[in-house]
Antibody, heavy 117, light 108 residues
Framework: EVQLVESGGGLVQPGGSLRLSCAAS????????MNWVRQAPGKGLEWVSYISSTSSTKYYADSVKGRFTISRDNAKNSLSLQMNSLRAEDTAVYYC??????????WGQGTTVTVSS | SYELTQPPSVSVSPGQTARITCSGD??????AYWFQQKSGQAPLLVIYKDSERPSGIPERFSGSSSGTTVTLTISGVQAEDEADYYC???????????FGGGTKLTVL
């Protein structure tokens, strides 16, 4: 079964850091680009970051550029998002999503990040 | 920054046709994708590359493109189609992706 499972969410104080992980299974992870997408409580979807299959290309939304870093370990079938200098507005459910060039066709169930003092 | 504009809500009766639009300056040059999100669930891809339907998505879902507007059409709407729908595309440089604000489809 093709599956993505996010982990690492939690409660963090403003200015703090958190590292999210996404474990992939059921497909050849190294062949696919990946994305992080988030959704604030009661709000719409927001694309956060993209990484190509070989990590050669990375893109970020303006709202997280300079604070978040996307990375992947193809040997471990794992995607990560290092989040620094967290703000209240980063509070959201964070999803990882597979990108097969025909769209984000597989999504995890999400991990919740809450930034609050 | 680049934006995609969707109507906040659309309401239809069962069996009718729902049309959800999405407007953006780069849409003539960039493909659009549509996602369905039901309450408490992860998004589901229902249309890719403007008008292609992934396997497993019912034929009543279709997509079209005209100029700076793309449209998701759901023919013969069913109660189970009630959800939020998001369009998704890239800016003209293909380095920045955005989602539309979302459209809540209500089946009356």
């Amino acid at each position: 079964e093709v599956q993505l499972v996010e982990s690492g969410g939690g409660l963090v104080q403003p200015g703090g850091s958190l590292r999210l992980s996404c474990a992939a299974s059921g497909f050849t992870f190294s062949s696919y680009s990946m994305n992080w997408v988030r959704q604030a409580p009661g709000k719409g979807l927001e694309w956060v970051s993209y990484i190509s299959s070989t990590s050669s290309t990375k893109y970020y939304a303006d709202s997280v550029k300079g604070r978040f870093t996307i990375s992947r370990d193809n040997a471990k079938n794992s995607l990560s998002l290092q989040m620094n200098s967290l703000r209240a507005e980063d509070t959201a459910v964070y999803y990882c999503a597979r990108d097969n060039s025909d769209g984000m066709d597989v999504w995890g169930q999400g991990t919740t990040v809450t930034v609050s003092s | 920054s680049y934006e995609l504009t969707q109507p906040p809500s659309v309401s239809v009766s069962p069996g009718q046709t729902a049309r959800i639009t999405c407007s953006g300056d780069a849409l003539p040059k960039q493909y659009a994708y549509w996602f369905q999100q039901k309450s408490g669930q992860a998004p589901l891809l229902v249309i890719y590359k403007d008008s292609e339907r992934p396997s497993g998505i019912p034929e009543r879902f279709s997509g079209s493109s005209s100029g700076t507007t793309v449209t998701l059409t759901i023919s013969g709407v069913q109660a189970e189609d009630e959800a939020d729908y998001y369009c998704h595309s890239a800016d003209s440089s293909d380095t920045y992706w955005v989602f539309g604000g979302g459209t809540k489809l209500t089946v009356l």
